[in-house]
């Protein structure tokens, strides 16, 4: 199968701008988790759909959303991005059932 | 929520020798507890998972055990080979639950030739 796909891989934006990522599950999956990854913060649960349905989500501002579609590819989006929003972002998908989630290469963003 | 410790922060040890990674976790529900490997620019890879009815788990050079009662489990890596040289997570979570894995801050492992 298929691994865990992002794209894009590589973004540069602004202060202020929104940026949209996405990812798309191993094929039968039908959980996505998003995490942040940084430096300092290490590995941080941004949020999880399985289903179409957030099931629930990190603390992390409204800035951050997320939607599902019925294919199970996953959408993330931040708006007003800040400085501090500069991270890899890491999206993972799972079965489901057994907790276990296979990340994908993550979207490196850059704000400026 | 959930708190996960890991330690060490850095580990270097001679090409061979063996490698262990210590974590505690402060949820006494967290009942599934797996190891990512990250190399420097890739994506965490799953290496070995453990849950929580079981004690030990092997898979080659690698193992883990888990101490439901001092809430803490480890990574053991034997005859340490250059290839693992990595950054190593352990994280935990509640298997069925929705709050996704709770990371440590991971293990920057070196192996010296």
């Known amino acids: 199968k298929a691994g865990v796909t992002q794209t894009p891989r590589y973004l540069i934006k602004t202060r202020g701008q929104q940026v949209t990522l996405s990812c798309s599950p191993i094929?039968?999956?039908?959980?996505v988790s998003w995490y942040q990854q940084t430096p300092g913060q290490g590995l941080q649960f941004l949020f999880e759909?399985?289903?179409?349905?957030?099931?629930n989500k990190g603390n992390f501002p409204g800035r951050f959303s997320g939607r599902q579609f019925s294919n199970s590819r996953s959408e993330m989006n931040v708006s007003t991005l800040e400085l501090g929003d500069s991270a890899l972002y890491l999206c993972?998908?799972?079965?489901?059932?057994?907790?276990?989630?296979?990340f994908g290469p993550g979207t490196r963003l850059t704000v400026l | 929520g959930e708190n996960v410790e890991q330690h060490p922060s850095t580990l270097s040890v001679q090409e061979g020798d063996s490698a262990v990674i210590k974590c505690t976790y402060s949820?006494?529900?967290?009942?599934?507890f797996p190891w990512y490997k990250q190399e420097l620019g890739k994506r965490p890879q799953l290496i070995i998972d453990?849950?929580?009815?079981?004690g030990e788990k092997k898979d080659q050079r690698i193992a883990v055990t888990l101490n439901k009662t001092a809430k803490h489990f480890s990574l053991h890596i034997t005859e340490t080979q250059p290839e693992d040289s990595a950054v190593y997570f352990c994280?935990?979570?509640?298997?069925?639950?929705?709050?996704?894995?709770?990371f440590g801050k991971g293990t920057h492992l070196i192996i010296q030739p």
């Open positions: 094929s039968g999956h039908r959980s």
């Open positions: 949820d006494s529900a967290s009942n599934y």
């Open positions: 993972a998908s799972g079965a489901g059932s057994t907790d276990t989630q296979y």
């Open positions: 759909y399985f289903s179409e349905t957030q099931r």
């Open positions: 994280a935990a979570s509640i298997a069925g639950g929705a709050d996704g894995l709770t």
């Open positions: 453990i849950r929580s009815n079981v």
